[in-house]
């Protein structure tokens, strides 16, 4: 199984649950994500189901190539992190 990690920036506005998956894509592994926890979705996702601008995920190490297909592979025992970009100077 793989694992789904959030960044701890998400935790001051809801809870950032550590989670296992499956699925064999990373748009599967958000669609789980955002079934079991909805409130995660506005934070991650966009209306249109894409990656929002802030948002970055990695899987093992590798920036996720396609932020509206979300086609990456999942390897099995992948870690998956999802981080807001911050910005500023």
Known sequence: ?????????LARFLPVPRLATDAPTLRVALDEVCAAH?????YVLDDQGR???????????HRCRDRARLDDPVPAGA???ILQALSGG
């Open 51 to 61: 990656l929002r601008e802030n948002v970055v995920v990695f899987i093992d190490g």
């Open 1 to 9: 199984m793989a694992s789904i990690v959030f960044t701890q920036q």
């Open 79 to 81: 870690t998956i992190h």
């Open 38 to 42: 909805p409130r995660l979705a506005a």
